[in-house]
């Protein structure tokens, strides 16, 4: 059984359409990243897979339950933290913490071994009993991930955690998910439109852009299939004068840049490597470096944005 | 369900404890003014016979301290954006709603006995210096009218207050609105009062027990988390 799947699942506000027929399958204990730029739709979906909206046609099927007609018991099962944290600033750490293990019915005993075992798990037991207010928003979003595993669930929904922290601290709180995650063995579904975050935590990824699916898989599938360009760096000891014009009417090049003695060419496709080497040795120059560049999950993302745009165009 | 209720009072509670340097400054002017000036200053009157204004304006601290707790209660749990991960669990809208609303009744009501102290200890220690006998200075009904008309007051006031909440953008239209709806309390609380028998104040805590759960069931229709989210 799938930890997620949905079918076809629509969203549309006051006639604007803000998912539309998303289709996909993610499967237990697997962390998933669902990437988008803002407004994608990232925040919807998440919203119709905990129930807290009915989507306007589809199903989506959380842990095996309808996650509109059976929401409560969706709940019951995941933890969510919000694109805010929700932490009750003026109650402390520790007061945050026994107020949603209440609500998950935890005995005594259990929320305070389960308190004490999340906040000595993410470094904060010995700062539990001050009030959140004080506290840095990498901190809060520690608590806050604490919160949502507090009762064990199945899946937890995180939605952008690391937006607006400095760079450290979003290193800190990705490190925590993955370590959380290893730990009590959940399966993550995360909302983010940080690329490097997408590709250094998640399993499985799906981009989606103005409310549609583009693409969904390994972030290096995605990668191998979107990449259809191949980028090749070439380092040279000098720069002859026609060579620029060369490599610029070659039919497989589609863009050049130079910079000092370094060239970077966009190809058709990646194998152009030797024609290219071919070239530069043609022109009596010595190559000092000839490399395929590997393509960054972000340029495939602009990529896939760029040619969804130009598609409903 | 009784359990989730207590849940959600119990975290309003803990806040208020929290947060009792905010509630003492914003309450001590209430407990100065109508636990001790109000008294002090109206005490002849009283222990002559004359408490209807004394015990009216007495009443209506229920709809001025209701109306700010649930502001506290259910704006700024929206205003501080932690509504929507309590929207999260496995909370119904109704026990969150229900809690709130026991933990905004708790508090006032809390907040009432207090200044009623003040009230009574006051009006005793004037009367002593002014030279009335010593004796309890409301009558059995009187006291009976201050102690359960405000209660009901709180209900009709906490739901309703929420009911306006859900319309009202900001927490200055909130305020503006409640001062309104304190109208009516008040208009019927005059009239019970000018022919206050066991009688009148039997059906009035009917009929008004009756308005407030209608307008609560009302409140708890429009708590929903469809509607909430997307606020």
């Not at chain 1, 018991?73 to 919000?82: M, N």
């Not at chain 1, 840095?136 to 507090?150: E, F, P, V, Y």
Request: hydrophobic share 45%; aromatic share 8%.
């Amino acid at each position: 059984m799938y930890a997620i799947e949905t079918f076809a699942l629509t969203k549309q506000y006051d006639g604007v359409t803000a998912l539309s027929d998303l289709t996909l399958t993610i499967k237990r204990g697997t962390i998933f990243g669902f990437l988008g730029p803002n407004g994608a739709g990232k925040t919807t979906t998440m919203n119709l897979l905990i129930g807290l909206i009915p989507p306007t046609s589809g199903q989506a099927r959380v842990l095996g339950f309808d996650s509109t007609r059976e929401a409560d018991k969706v709940r019951e099962r995941i933890g969510a933290l919000l694109e805010d944290h929700g932490l009750y600033e003026y109650l402390s750490a520790y007061d945050n913490l026994e107020f949603f293990a209440r609500i998950n019915k935890l005995t005594k005993s259990e929320r305070a071994a389960r308190i004490q075992e999340l906040l000595e798990k993410v470094g904060l037991w010995d700062r539990r009993d001050q009030q959140v207010k004080e506290w840095s928003k990498g901190m809060k979003q520690k608590l806050a991930i604490c919160r949502t595993l507090l009762h064990r669930p199945q899946i937890i929904f995180l939605d952008e955690p690391t937006s607006g922290l400095d760079p450290a601290s979003q290193r800190m709180v990705r490190e925590e998910i993955l370590k959380l995650k290893a730990s009590e063995n959940v399966t993550v579904f995360l909302n983010t439109h940080n690329l490097d975050e997408a590709e250094r935590v998640c399993d499985e990824l799906a981009i989606i852009n103005k409310g549609r699916l583009i693409t969904q898989g390994h972030p290096e599938e995605i990668k191998s299939t979107a990449a259809s360009d191949g980028h090749i760096v070439a380092v040279i000891d000098a720069l002859p004068q026609d060579l620029e014009r060369h490599l610029r009417d070659l039919p497989f090049v589609k863009s050049l840049e130079i910079n000092g003695h370094r060239l970077r060419l966009v190809t058709d496709t990646p194998s152009r490597s030797a024609e290219i080497n071919r070239l530069l040795v043609q022109h009596g120059v010595r190559v000092e470096e000839l490399r395929r560049e590997s393509v960054s999950l972000e340029e495939i993302f602009l990529q896939l944005i760029e040619e969804e745009q130009e598609h409903a165009s | 369900m009784l359990h989730d209720i207590w849940c959600v009072t119990w975290k309003e509670l803990m806040l208020a404890r929290r947060n009792l340097k905010s509630y003492l400054t914003s309450y001590g002017l209430v407990v100065g003014l109508w636990g001790v000036f109000l008294p002090a200053s109206s005490a002849d009157s009283i222990w002559r016979g004359e408490a209807t204004i004394s015990i009216l304006l007495f009443a209506y601290l229920s709809v001025l301290l209701g109306s700010g707790q649930t502001i506290s209660t259910f704006v700024s749990e929206r205003m501080q954006k932690t509504l929507g991960t309590l929207l999260t669990t496995r909370l119904s809208d109704a026990t969150i709603y229900l809690g709130k609303v026991l933990a905004v009744i708790l508090i006032s009501y809390a907040v009432m006995l207090l200044v009623l102290g003040l009230h009574l200890g006051t009006l005793m220690v004037v009367g002593q210096l002014n030279g009335y006998p010593l004796r309890f200075p409301y009558s059995l009904l009187q006291f009976v009218f201050l102690l359960v008309l405000p209660l009901i007051s709180l209900l009709y006031t906490s739901s309703l207050g929420v009911y306006i909440s859900l319309k009202s953008t900001n927490i200055r239209g909130q305020h503006f609105l409640n001062l309104f709806m304190g109208l009516p309390v008040f208009v019927m609380f005059y009239f019970v009062l000018q022919s206050l028998t066991w009688e009148t104040l039997l059906v009035s805590l009917a009929v008004f027990g009756f308005i407030s759960l209608l307008i609560t069931r009302f409140s708890i229709a429009r708590f929903n988390r469809q509607r909430l989210i997307l606020m």
